[in-house]
């Protein structure tokens, strides 16, 4: 530091000397134990204006694991990680060059390469001429506080990349942190939330059991449970909520943290795997009752046939035995129709005109919709061959119930009023080769993009009553003839069903019937 002299050049009488020796050495005392204070509380260093250290206490030794002979000559460089930008370095000399006081924190490497941060406070020491002269830095280690802040950065990334919607409530279940999880789950961004609570937004009704919830959470410290919530755009989602209770030091609740996983689609599949287990149970269920009931049938039939036969043309009990057969062959029908929906039938093809099978199935097809009509909605379907009949290769029984089905199905998605069209076309793709069309247009209600990936799923269904086995049923049809079956649907405008057969391939029948 800069030498402290006397001005006065005349001799001073013996007793005016001690004085002044006394009043000198009172202020560099001083200085020494301020010195020495700084000494034991903070890193210092001294430097001339270019930088060169020339003063180094303890401590910079200590954390810089740099002897004092080892950093006496050198700069800064010394001990520079290369963290810090050509600009924080130029901003730290333009500052101090014109006389400021430079505060920063360094990222500086120690001479065994460990990293180590300090908190730094540069003053220049001025000249007369207000110029530095001599650079003094301060500073103090802030490497544990610095590894904490990367710490808890790395933990909040890693929050954000979790699936599920992590926040934390405090105990006046306000939010008061919310990470992307949960912005991207429930569409609310964390400015929109901070503040508020979760039964304001998040809820269409306060659910039943959320101070049952709240209570277990006080008592025990955490909760498990499932919520139905909704996102901000109405969509209802099923959550699963885990509760813990965050304590301070001292045992104090503090805060809620609250961890949330979408199980919506979980629930979904789960719904669906229960109930195409309750359907094929049922199948299973139908296929033996069928079988226990198609013996018996059989031989009342047999019987009340030989008692017919013995009666004569006039017996006024004739009519009635003939009553009783009717209702027997009925029945079998029935069970015949239920043995078919749980087995399905093996293919048997020959050459069938389509325009003849389809008409069948439009002619059948009208017939429910004038049971339509007759419950208030006006349907008209309209057919519409080709100018030249295509004869398929086809299980015409089948074909007629695919088409059948789908026309039904076309009947079910016009509310009101509307048109069913059914067109047969011959298309040619390179892949397939030539193909019949066969297409059912309606202009219906339609189907939402969601659940036309999943229509053609066993046991998927969005009617009321529905089984969710028709359209699989189309499916397996189509392609048990070499065939296929899409669907393209606009919600509001219609749906379309196109079911594709190959025209005169008959090696493509040798498909197994699946
Ligand atoms: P450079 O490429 O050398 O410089 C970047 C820019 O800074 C240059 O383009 C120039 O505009 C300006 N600049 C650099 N040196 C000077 C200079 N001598 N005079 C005027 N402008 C200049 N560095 C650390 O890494 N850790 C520290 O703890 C640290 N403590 C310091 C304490 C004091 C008291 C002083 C005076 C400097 C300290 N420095 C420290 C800075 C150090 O002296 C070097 O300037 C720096 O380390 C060089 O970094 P660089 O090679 O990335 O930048």
């Known amino acids: 530091m800069k030498r402290v ?20 050495t009172e202020p560099l005392k ?19 204006q270019r930088g060169i250290i020339t003063y180094v206490n303890e401590a910079f030794c200590r954390i810089s694991k740099y002897s004092r002979a080892e950093l006496l000559g ?23 060059a014109g006389g400021q006081v430079w505060r920063g924190e360094f990222r500086n490497r120690a001479k065994d390469g460990s990293i180590y941060w300090v908190d ?25 506080l610095k590894l904490a802040e990367e710490q808890i950065r790395q933990q909040a990334d890693l929050l954000d990349k979790s699936q599920d919607a992590i926040l934390v409530r405090d105990m006046h279940d306000r939010i008061i942190y919310w990470n992307q999880s949960a912005e991207r789950m429930y ?24 101070p049952t919830a709240q209570k277990t959470l006080l008592e025990r410290g955490e909760w498990r449970g499932e919520f139905n919530q909704i996102t901000k755009d109405g969509r209802a989602l099923i959550v699963e909520s885990r509760w813990t209770l965050v304590r301070d ?17 979980h629930k979904r599949l789960q719904n669906e795997l229960q109930r195409a287990a309750q359907l094929s149970f049922v199948g299973e269920l139908a296929a033996g009752l069928a079988h226990e009931v198609k013996n018996p049938l059989a031989g009342i039939q047999g019987a009340v046939d030989i008692l017919i036969r013995r009666r004569n043309p006039n017996d006024p009990e004739r009519e009635a035995l003939e009553g009783i057969r009717h209702e027997v062959t009925r029945i079998d029908a029935t069970v015949r129709a239920l043995l078919d929906r749980a087995r399905p039938r093996a293919l048997s093809t020959v050459e069938t005109s389509l325009v003849k099978l389809t008409s069948k199935a439009v002619t059948m097809a009208r017939s429910q ?12 379907i309209e057919f519409e061959p080709p100018e030249q009949d295509i004869i398929v290769n086809a299980d015409a029984a089948q074909i007629e119930d695919a088409i059948l089905n789908l026309v039904i199905n076309a009947i079910e998605a016009i509310e009101a009023e509307g048109r069913i069209t059914v067109r047969i076309e011959r298309a040619e793709t390179e892949e397939t080769g030539e193909e019949a069309v066969i297409e059912i247009a309606d202009t219906g209600r339609g189907i939402s993009e969601e659940n036309l990936k999943r229509i053609f799923n066993t046991f998927f ?8 086995l028709g359209l699989p049923a189309v499916r397996r049809i189509a392609r048990a003839h070499g065939g296929r079956v899409e669907a393209i649907s606009q919600i509001g405008e219609g749906s379309s069903f196109r079911i594709h057969l190959p025209v005169g391939d008959a090696k493509s029948l040798d498909r197994p019937f699946k």
């Open 249 to 265: 030091e001292n045992g104090e609740p503090v805060q809620k943290l609250v961890i949330n996983t979408d199980v919506t689609e």
């Open 74 to 96: 050198q700069d800064h460089r010394i001990i520079n990680s290369g963290y810090h930008s050509k600009e924080f370095i130029r901003n730290l000399w333009t500052t101090i």
């Open 30 to 48: 001083e200085l020494a134990d301020i010195k020495f204070a700084l000494d034991q509380s903070t890193i210092v260093a001294i430097t001339n």
């Open 369 to 380: 919709a004038i049971g339509a009509a007759a419950r208030g909605r006006l349907i008209q």
């Open 187 to 210: 569409g609310w961004r964390i400015d929109e939330v901070i503040g508020r609570k979760t039964t304001d937004f998040l809820f269409q009704s306060m659910p039943p059991d959320y």
């Open 461 to 468: 269904t969005t009617t009321k009553g529905g089984t969710g």
């Open 5 to 24: 002299t006397s001005t006065n050049t005349s001799t001073p009488p013996p007793h005016a000397a001690a004085a002044t020796e006394a009043a000198l």
């Open 120 to 144: 730094t406070t540069i003053v220049p020491f001025l000249d007369e001429h207000q110029k530095p002269y001599q650079y003094v830095a301060i500073r103090h280690d802030i490497t544990q």
